[in-house]
């Protein structure tokens, strides 16, 4: 399969002029390794990232995922020459990690500066949907909520690079189709470039532009995604879905009606 | 019987009809008229133990002529003067060791020896060091209560739940607005919890370190009226200890639930 160092993605938004990394790229990882003790979990890994561009990320347990996505985070130290992201960065966890002292709109003005972070944070709260939950303590917010919440705490930032740590893998599947909504459309309006670390193969096809398959450290497999949004679980949609579950390990059967049915439709529009 | 028909005899029980709020008053009520009766028919001598209503007469008397107030109020300073000190000696020692590991490795041992001597035990020597006036009294409620303020806060400050600092650092917060946005609020139960510990112990060692030679204060009440064989003053005084008792903790709970206002179970009261 490809590596993951040239690939075609869409068109990004006129990138703000910024110094870091480069004009059309929000990401660039260039043989990067980490190592704890005697294993290496990531090994010599190439990533780039466009501006505007949304990745997702698939892979077993263990495969490093977290390790990358802290590494993009800076929550772990990485070299400057091999690991470039832009400045301006938001993470959402898998569990919302609000500040259980603070209300709600307080938590999304963590660590704002300037003037009227009371009127900003209200704004991102407001576009999520929680405009109504402003003053209220985040343990009286359901899942799904906090989950919102801590989206609009990422967003307030307007950051360059949005880092999404399995962010609905906790929530109701109900709840987790309307997040999927959110998203898309929070990406729409402020594009930023996103790197959404998921188990969930369907999840990953139907949000991102690209999903990318880790394993043992480095990037195994590469999809792009071209199927128009919104993405329903069509014969196309399958087809790739089969394809990454195989790179995951899982060898699914042709669906009942043979692969004849795929024949009808272009399927030769992924990688 | 079975369960159920106890549960239905007891409930039968009350063919006075007491109000269920006030069954709970009726064994103490009855205890304090069986000790006023005892008193009155000489099997509670006085010198054992005054009754009741001689001990709200001598109430009355002390707190008229002023004896108890002005008393009441140096036992109150001296808790209030040893508690001040303690909790701004142990919350800034727990806040060192919390926070570094430098101050861990430099305050925890030494902190956690001291505090498995009882404070008490070192009254003998407070003397000696600072003689039998007021020093001795507030060092040793200082004493006691920086353990359990140091010992709470700092179990507090090393409990903050990591994945919240993590997240608040990836969202640009360093040095001191963590620690004022994440790690203090974090803390600020088991503080509190510390808070209770201490002024239990400050109650606790006034009433031992009134006993050094006092000119004034609960403990010289006390002392005085064993002297005198006054039970009814001795008795007052202990009332006394217990209301004091009683309204410390009450003013830590109300500071609870303004200051934990957040916690899922005051947000449901």
């Known amino acids: 399969m490809v590596q993951a160092s040239i690939h075609p993605f869409n068109p990004a938004p006129a990138a703000e002029p910024e110094s870091s990394p480069t004009r059309q790229s929000a990401v660039q990882i260039r043989n990067f390794s980490r190592v704890f003790g005697e294993t290496a979990v990531l090994r010599d890994l190439d990533l780039e990232i466009g501006a505007g561009e949304f990745v997702a990320l698939l892979g077993r347990s263990g495969s490093g995922k977290t390790t990358l996505l802290r590494t993009l985070a800076g929550l772990d130290q990485a070299d400057a020459e091999s690991v470039r992201t832009p400045s301006s960065r938001a993470v959402v966890f898998q569990d919302a990690r609000l500040l259980p002292w603070k209300r709600v709109w307080r938590n999304v003005a963590l660590g704002l500066s300037g003037a009227d972070a009371r009127g900003r944070a209200e704004a991102a709260l407001k576009e999520v949907g929680l405009g109504h939950r402003l003053d209220v303590w985040p343990s009286t917010l359901s899942g799904g909520e906090a989950q919102r919440a801590a989206l609009a705490r990422a967003l307030v930032r307007e950051p360059r690079l949005l880092l999404l740590d399995e962010p609905f893998a906790a929530v109701d599947a109900l709840t987790r189709l309307r997040m999927h909504d959110l998203v898309l459309s929070l990406w729409r309006a402020h594009a930023p470039a996103v790197l959404l670390v998921t188990h969930d193969v369907d999840e990953a096809i139907t949000l991102a532009d690209r999903v990318l398959v880790l394993d043992s450290g480095r990037i195994a497999a590469e999809e792009v995604i071209d199927l128009p949004r919104p993405r329903d679980g069509g014969p196309a949609f399958q087809a790739v879905r089969r394809r990454l579950l195989r790179r995951l390990g899982l060898d699914l059967p042709p669906p009942a009606g043979g692969e004849g049915e795929l024949v009808a439709y272009p399927t030769g529009e992924v990688l | 019987m079975s369960l159920a028909e106890a549960i239905n005899f007891s409930n039968r029980l009350p063919a006075l009809k007491i109000p269920g709020r006030l069954q709970r008053w009726v064994s103490p009520l009855v205890l304090l008229a069986v000790w006023e009766l005892g008193s009155r028919v000489g099997v509670i001598p006085e010198h054992v133990l005054a009754a009741p209503t001689a001990v709200l007469q001598t109430i009355w008397q002390m707190v008229s002529s002023g004896e108890l107030p002005i008393n009441m109020l140096v036992s109150l300073g001296r808790a209030m003067a040893g508690l001040a000190i303690g909790v701004s000696v142990g919350s800034a020692l727990a806040v060192a060791a919390g926070l570094s590991r430098a101050g861990e490795n430099a305050v925890d041992p030494p902190v956690q020896m001291l505090r498995t001597l009882p404070s008490l035990a070192l009254t ?66 088991s503080f509190l919890l510390g808070l209770r510990y201490a002024l239990a112990g400050s109650w606790l060692t006034l009433v031992v370190a009134e006993q050094i030679n006092a000119s004034a204060g609960l403990g010289y009440l006390i002392n005085n009226a064993r002297d ?42």
């Not at chain 2, 140091?150 to 607005?177: C, M």
Request: charged fraction near 20%.
């Open chain 2, 228 to 269: 005198f064989s006054r039970t009814d003053e001795i008795v007052v005084c202990l009332i006394v200890y217990a209301l004091l008792g009683l309204t410390a903790d009450a003013i830590v709970r109300a500071l609870e639930r303004r200051a934990l206002a957040w916690r899922p179970s005051f947000i449901k009261s």
């Open chain 2, 124 to 189: 003998p020597l407070f003397i000696v060091w600072f003689g039998i006036g007021e020093t001795p009294k507030i060092a040793l409620i200082a004493l006691a209560t920086t353990f359990p303020i140091y010992l709470n806060l700092y179990n507090g400050i090393r409990g903050v739940d990591p994945k919240l600092i993590e997240a608040a650092r990836s969202f640009g917060l360093r040095g001191s607005s963590l620690i004022a946005d994440v790690v203090l609020p974090g803390a600020l139960p």
